[in-house]
Nanobody
Framework: HLVESGGGSVQSGGSLRLSCAAS????????MGWFRQGTGKEHEGLATIDSNGRVNYADSVKGRFTISQDNAKNTMYLQMNSLKPEDSGWFYCASAPLRPGQCTVVSEIWDDDGDDNHWGPGTQVTVSS
């Protein structure tokens, strides 16, 4: 249902744009997000966007990362600028049915392992100093 692309290696201060292609979602009101799993680190929510275009960011990426979507292409993006070595890790996109007020990076909706939640296989980002 979800497939990420755009990962790779970049030097500190560089930029990357990740893409998440969505298909087969059974709900039109959605919350989608980007998450990161760094080596030895906890799974971290980075940014979310809902079907109304409302966005939410983790403090660690505010001002550096921008989430967006192209509904015509069924694709979500994460533009990452001013990358730091600590941004390295596996990046995942996810989708969930939209619940009022709960489309945030820390929402419990991401803990739901039901059939309506989807996660991509991930794309790796490495930022070197």
């Amino acid at each position: 249902h979800l497939v990420e692309s755009g990962g790779g290696s970049v030097q500190s201060g560089g930029s990357l744009r990740l893409s998440c292609a969505a298909s087969g979602l059974t709900y039109s009101s959605y919350c989608m997000g980007w998450f990161r799993q760094g080596t030895g680190k906890e799974h971290e929510g980075l940014a979310t966007i809902d079907s109304n275009g409302r966005v939410n960011y983790a403090d660690s990426v505010k001002g550096r990362f921008t989430i967006s979507q192209d509904n015509a292409k069924n694709t979500m993006y994460l533009q990452m600028n001013s990358l730091k070595p600590e941004d390295s890790g596996w990046f995942y996109c996810a989708s969930a049915p939209l619940r009022p007020g709960q489309c945030t990076v820390v929402s419990e909706i991401w803990d739901d392992d039901g059939d309506d939640n989807h996660w991509g296989p991930g794309t790796q980002v490495t930022v070197s100093s």
